[in-house]
């Protein structure tokens, strides 16, 4: 999966997508597209510190990567996905509210 990058194209995701949520995660997303791409975002309401949104960033971008077939298994589409709780929690965590997030698009 590659990066969804510039603005217009969030707008598109934002104004035209479903929304689904889990415990520390939302999506929007827009399935069909012809390529696969996602984005994440950690509010910086939610954590001040820069450091924090990095590590977060990191490991949900590397928690998409790892279950991108998962992700892929709709055939293609923009995903947003953006952490909603005000703590860091660990990767194993992230993991498995990505993995139910998946489940309830399908």
Do not use: T
């Not at 939302?26 to 939610?46: A, G």
């Not at 820069?50 to 892929?72: C, G, M, P, Q, T």
């Amino acid at each position: 999966m590659k990066p969804l990058k510039g603005n217009k194209n969030v707008e598109v995701l934002f104004s035209s997508g479903k929304r689904v949520s889990s415990s520390f995660l939302h999506c929007v997303y827009l399935l069909n597209k012809e390529d696969s791409r996602f984005v994440v975002s950690v509010p910086k309401k939610n954590f001040s510190l820069a450091v924090d949104r990095n590590k977060i960033k990191r490991l949900l971008r590397e928690a998409v990567r790892k279950h991108s077939k998962e992700v892929l298994s709709f055939g293609g589409g923009w995903f947003m996905f953006i952490y909603s709780s005000d703590k860091v929690v660990s990767f194993l965590d992230i993991e498995k509210d990505l993995k139910l997030l998946v489940k309830n698009i399908s």
